[in-house]
């Protein structure tokens, strides 16, 4: 079992920058895939960007794609960087882990969710 921890999330002006991170605690992401989802008030939760557990696949929604960016730089901490961010961008936003790996766009097939990060971008 993994527990994720999000943080980063803030208010910014549009065009700012964001960073947010998902850390694990229990196990690392080494055999998970990672997928971050956001939700808006009264909206359901959509999908934002994921990558596989080899990190070989990345899938990113049209509306971020070219703004946001996923990294990491060790095994327990996944990252969303992003930027040129719109009012349009909030929302809370979670990361989710896959223990099949796979890294998917489908919020019901990540296993282990993280209690949410409000980002909100003031125009």
């Known amino acids: 079992q993994v527990l994720l921890v999000e943080s980063g999330g803030g208010l910014v002006q549009a065009g700012g920058s964001l960073r947010l991170s998902c850390a694990a605690s229990g196990r690392t992401f080494s055999s998970y895939a990672v997928g971050w989802f956001r939700q808006a008030p009264g909206q359901e939760r959509e999908f934002v960007a994921a990558?596989?557990?080899?990190?070989?696949?990345q899938y990113y929604a049209d509306s971020v794609k070219g703004r946001f960016t996923m990294s990491n730089d060790n095994d327990k901490t996944r990252y969303l960087q992003m930027n040129s961010l719109k009012p349009e961008d909030t929302a809370v936003y979670y990361c989710?882990?896959?223990?099949?790996?796979?890294?998917?766009?489908?919020?019901?097939?990540?296993?282990?969710w993280g209690q949410g990060t409000q980002v909100t971008v003031s125009s």
């Open positions: 989710a882990a896959d223990s099949y790996g796979r890294g998917t766009i489908t919020a019901a097939e990540y296993d282990y």
């Open positions: 990558v596989s557990w080899s990190g070989g696949r």
